[in-house]
Nanobody
Framework: QVQLVESGGGLVQPGGSLRLSCAAS????????MGWYRQAPGKERELVAG????????YADSVKGRFTISRDNANNTVSVLQMNSLKPEDTAVYYC??????????????WGQGTQVTVSS
């Protein structure tokens, strides 16, 4: 069974920084892309940043220049979202996801449980 566990959310003042981490565990044979999404109250879930197995990253226009996504090189099952210059509009529940293949050869997209990020003074 595959699990994704996020950590690092919390309350921060505008202009501050937070670092979110997502670790995939279980019977994983290969991890393709990993990504971070967010959902604010009353809004649809949106892509924040994604990174491929070749470490190519893409970002939502609203976070370009402020957020950086990376992956752990050793086992490729950890992604990190470094968030700087946070704004109140970044407040949301952040979810990580991973497109991966299990040890039994099944490819699927998995989601974490979400972590709350609140930007407020």
């Amino acid at each position: 069974q595959v699990q994704l566990v996020e950590s690092g959310g919390g309350l921060v003042q505008p202009g501050g920084s937070l670092r979110l981490s997502c670790a995939a565990s279980g019977s994983i044979s290969y991890t393709y892309a990993m990504g971070w999404y967010r959902q604010a109250p009353g809004k649809e879930r949106e892509l924040v940043a994604g990174i491929t197995s070749g470490y190519s990253a893409n970002y939502a226009d609203s976070v370009k220049g402020r957020f950086t996504i990376s992956r752990d090189n050793a086992n490729n099952t950890v992604s990190v979202l470094q968030m700087n210059s946070l704004k109140p509009e970044d407040t949301a529940v952040y979810y990580c996801n991973a497109d991966l293949r299990t040890a039994w050869g099944r490819r699927n997209t998995y989601w974490g449980q979400g972590t709350q990020v609140t930007v407020s003074s």
